[in-house]
């Protein structure tokens, strides 16, 4: 089965340097989720989609913006970065925002460092 | 305010031996959901298992099992038999009703020693 699919897999930036990380959710799903997790620690929710709007939103830097396009992919655009920026950055899709009803399906992540 | 404690930082076994995992969780809602994750070394999240508020039925699923108890806000997870596949960090979430963010707690480095 199709999963969730993160580009690129790894990156490495220099400090004050920008970065797009690019999610493509499992078909048919419309709600994209990201989360960030630094070395050691657990993943926090930064941000969410739902058909293209924004649906929740967490500890997202104001350096970062996401949005969400027409077939439901999801970029991650990260300005002036940071060295407490390298983390793994992990999308998750699912059918319906909310987690009512619906799983949260997972990427393999993009691990970012900041040099 | 939403919270997952997962205090167990690390836990050391050996093969065949039986293992919980525990996770205790605040919340003000009636409703929310609870979820077990794991990572493996090669770092990517696997779903294991999300119950309702409403749902305390404990489950089996193979070697795993889950004891869900909403009178001590808790929700266990245990491994029967343990294997070196097991070894991971596993991760204990929270979500409340009509939101998208899932609350993780800070995990448990398992490892399972031959």
């Known amino acids: 089965a199709a999963g969730v699919i993160q580009s690129p897999r790894h990156l490495i930036k220099e400090k004050r340097e920008t970065a797009t990380l690019k999610c493509y959710p499992i078909p048919r799903h419309d709600t994209v989720y990201w989360y960030q997790q630094g070395p050691g620690q657990d993943p926090q929710f930064l941000i969410s989609f739902y058909e293209k709007m924004q649906s929740d939103k967490g500890s997202i830097p104001d350096r970062f913006s996401a949005q969400q396009f027409s077939d439901y992919h999801s970029e991650l655009n990260m300005s002036s970065l940071e060295l407490g920026d390298s983390a793994l950055y992990f999308c998750?899709?699912?059918?319906?925002?909310?987690?009512?009803?619906?799983?949260?399906?997972f990427g393999p992540g993009t691990r970012l460092t900041v040099l | 305010a939403q919270k997952v404690t997962q205090a167990q930082t690390e836990i050391s076994v050996v093969e065949k031996e039986d293992v919980t995992l525990d996770c205790v969780y605040e919340?003000?809602?009636?409703?929310?959901?609870l979820f077990w994750y794991k990572q493996p070394p090669s770092g990517e999240l696997v779903f294991l298992i999300r119950?309702?508020?409403?749902?305390?039925q404990n489950e089996i699923s193979g070697r795993y099992s889950w004891n869900f108890q909403k009178s001590t806000s808790s929700f266990n997870f245990t491994i029967t038999a343990s294997q070196v596949v097991d070894s991971a960090v596993y991760f204990c979430?929270?979500?409340?009703?009509?939101?998208?963010?899932?609350?993780f707690g800070t995990g448990t480095r398992l490892q399972v020693f031959p």
């Open positions: 979430a929270l979500s409340e009703a009509n939101t998208d963010k899932l609350i």
């Open positions: 919340t003000r809602d009636t409703t929310y959901y």
């Open positions: 119950r309702n508020s409403f749902d305390e």
């Open positions: 998750a899709s699912s059918l319906g925002p909310g987690t009512s009803n619906n799983e949260q399906f």
